[in-house]
């Protein structure tokens, strides 16, 4: 099947998907040469499926922890609380380093390192099933080994902003 070309551009099609809101996580992993750290703001995470538990991600292209992330055998999702918000802002951007800085670390059950962090609502330790190209992203699929969840209410991603407040004026970027 060949698609017919957008009748929009770039900037609209961001809006529109924008209109969608998503939970936000932050996912984690080693480097496999040095055993260094990374990790990165998502919130394309969904469910996939229930038995097997399987989830999705997509990370872009130009990610530079791209090839973290295809070599890592497993990683950690954790999905935000709402009062994780100046962590969702930490990993999504700058050195890696400087995103883990005194930060407490802690390693899952099969041996991934992840965030110490009680507040974060739901936590999904992955062995890195799969990866498919689609445009200029990767979409992850991975197998969830274990996980854990409280009741925490949830850190919300929408319109390009990071809560859900009424409003009858477009955010900006929106
Ligand atoms: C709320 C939020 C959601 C994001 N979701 C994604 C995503 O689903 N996929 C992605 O590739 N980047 C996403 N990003 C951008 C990445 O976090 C950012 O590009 C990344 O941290 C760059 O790190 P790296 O180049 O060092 O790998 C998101 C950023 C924010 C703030």
Redesign the pocket.
């Known amino acids: 099947m060949t698609a017919t070309p957008p009748d929009f551009d770039a900037d609209f099609f961001r809006s529109a998907l924008g209109r969608f809101a998503?939970g936000?996580?932050i996912i984690t992993a080693e480097t496999c040469d040095d055993r260094r750290p990374?990790?990165?703001?998502?919130?394309?995470?969904n469910s996939v499926s229930l038995q097997p538990p399987m989830v999705l991600?997509?990370?872009?292209n130009?990610?530079?922890?791209?090839r973290?992330f295809l070599q890592a055998e497993r990683y950690v999702i954790h999905v935000l609380a709402a009062t994780q918000l100046h962590l969702?802002?930490r990993?999504?951007?700058?050195?890696?380093a400087a995103?883990f800085a005194g930060l407490a670390l802690q390693r899952a059950p099969g041996g991934t390192l992840m965030l110490d962090d009680p507040e974060c609502a739901a936590w999904f330790e992955c062995c890195n099933l799969t990866q498919h190209e689609a445009g200029d992203?990767l979409i992850f699929i991975g197998q969830v080994e274990r996980c854990q969840r409280n009741f925490n209410q949830p850190l919300v991603?929408h319109a390009g902003d990071?809560d859900l407040t009424p409003s009858t004026e477009p955010l900006s970027n929106d």
Do not use: E, M, N
């Open positions: 998503t936000v996580t990374v990790g990165l703001t998502i919130s394309s995470f991600w997509s990370l872009s130009t990610a530079s922890s791209l973290h969702a802002k990993f999504a951007h700058g050195p890696q995103r992203h991603y990071f």
